[in-house]
């Protein structure tokens, strides 16, 4: 095989059987860097680059890929249509790939458009968020061989609203929006439980932490999955006598797990693999880690002077700054306003979500969080097989001096570095 294979982490996905995997295979990357939400937009991303990828990492071997379904592509994939799922399943086969992982977080447009905080819309407040990560989850049992796992992504629940601005009255509607979450994702851990028990497929709903989101920090996913998910979701699950409250507890902890971003953490200046631990600790499921990294800087003149070729006006870039004695500074986005208002924070870190390439080794000014994806975080990720997969989408937007001659190129690159920093060389 190539350079770019290393140990995969998670389980096979081939339709004849369920394999654990010893033998190298190569990472997957996630489609949700080609743009387009149609099916037809979708199948051309796999057939024109994911094979094109596959050609140069993982030749003799089948190729996991992964899926990134926009709202309007699963609805396509599941209605009477020219093509099936049946049809789908048999493309994927054809050129030798496999799913066990769909990006269901952004539900429409992601590219070519001002994405910025919509990328959360509709959240786990709203019926359309549940009623499309249900179809994800048919899509991707029906794609997973029996016996099988694999997971879906989604939004860590839905955007912090701002600040009250009358005393008590936001913070009352926030509440209320918390519980109807709360309430949407244990109906999907039950779908999903239901999916398990009469398919023999699992199927985990990991929910994705992100700055500014309503969960961000590891602090934030625990407290949260024990105080709202598992206090209301027992309670809710156990109330027809149908179920035990520990048979209720396992169903949700079974079902409702964590998609682990690096980028997203190192962004809250915290480190990956102590997050990793305090959630296993907390019994929380990690079902995939997005391996990604964070733009960050020292900032000075010059380096605020370089970070103005990152503002862009497609996608959201949270930005913060560490003071001297360890307060966190935020910003909601990385604006000209934003870099004028850190001209106040000489001497300090500062780093952006802005997913720069794995690659990125920096240039003296400008710098990349991947330093935390150390072998002692690989290692831990090893043993417990957790699933891996690139997740790098900015390509389109980086100042043209980062950028690779293709993107088949830029993913091939990111690919190789994650595999010789994986095997520690």
């Known amino acids: ?50 094979v094109a990828v596959k050609a140069r990492v993982s030749p003799a071997h089948a190729y996991p890929l992964g899926l990134r379904l926009s709202n309007a592509a699963a609805q396509e994939l599941l209605a009477p249509s020219a093509l099936s799922l049946e049809d789908f399943e048999e493309l994927l086969a054809q050129h030798d790939l496999t799913v066990s992982c769909i990006n269901g977080f952004p539900y429409g447009a992601f590219h070519g458009t001002a994405v910025k905080t919509a990328v959360y819309e509709p959240d786990w407040s709203k019926p359309e968020r549940l009623a499309y990560t249900g179809r994800l989850a048919g899509i991707l049992s029906f794609l997973l061989p029996e016996g099988a796992t694999g997971n879906i992504s989604t939004v860590p629940i839905g955007y912090r609203n701002p600040s009250p601005t009358e005393s008590g009255k936001r913070a ?16 999907m851990a039950r779908i999903l439980n239901d999916l398990s028990v009469h ?20 602090d934030d996913v625990i407290h949260w999955f024990e105080d709202e998910l598992l206090y209301q979701g027992i309670r809710w699950l156990s109330n027809n006598r149908q179920r035990t409250r520990d048979e209720a507890e396992a169903l949700l902890r079974r079902h409702i797990g964590i998609c682990l971003d690096t980028c997203h953490f190192a962004v809250a200046f915290e480190d990956p693999l102590t997050a990793l631990t305090r959630f ?25 002077q370089r970070l ?5 006006p497609v996608y959201l870039h949270q930005t913060k700054i560490r003071l001297p004695r360890g ?19 000489t001497d300090c870190e500062l780093r952006t979500h802005f ?21 002692a975080f690989f290692e831990h990720v090893r043993a417990r097989r957790i699933p891996l997969e690139v997740e790098t989408y900015t390509f389109d937007v980086l100042p043209p001096d980062l950028r690779a001659q293709t993107v088949v190129d830029s993913l091939v690159r990111e690919l190789e570095w994650a595999s010789r920093v994986a095997r520690g060389v």
Do not use: K
Not at 6 to 25: D, H, I, K, N
Not at 172 to 187: D, I, K, N, P, S
């Open 1 to 50: 095989m190539g350079d770019a294979t290393l140990f995969w982490f998670g389980t096979s996905a081939f339709r004849g059987g369920y394999v654990t995997l010893s033998l190298m295979q190569a990472l997957p990357y996630c489609l949700n860097i080609h743009p387009g939400e149609s099916l037809a937009a979708v199948c051309d991303a796999i057939t024109t680059h994911a």
């Open 172 to 187: 009352g509607a926030e509440e209320q929006r918390m519980a109807v979450c709360v309430r949407q994702l244990v109906v």
């Open 199 to 218: 398919e023999n497929r699992e199927v985990v709903l990991a929910l994705e932490p992100e700055p500014d989101c309503l969960l961000e920090t590891t």
């Open 280 to 304: 296993e600790s907390a019994g929380l499921r990690v079902a995939r880690i997005q391996l990604s990294a964070a733009l960050r800087t020292t900032v000075s003149e010059d380096a605020l």
């Open 308 to 312: 103005r070729a990152f503002i862009d």
């Open 327 to 345: 307060q966190i500074v935020a910003y909601p986005d990385l604006t000209e306003a934003t870099l004028d208002a850190a001209c106040e924070q």
């Open 355 to 375: 997913h720069v390439p794995l690659y990125f080794e920096g240039d003296g000014v400008l710098a990349s969080t991947h330093t935390d994806l150390t072998p």
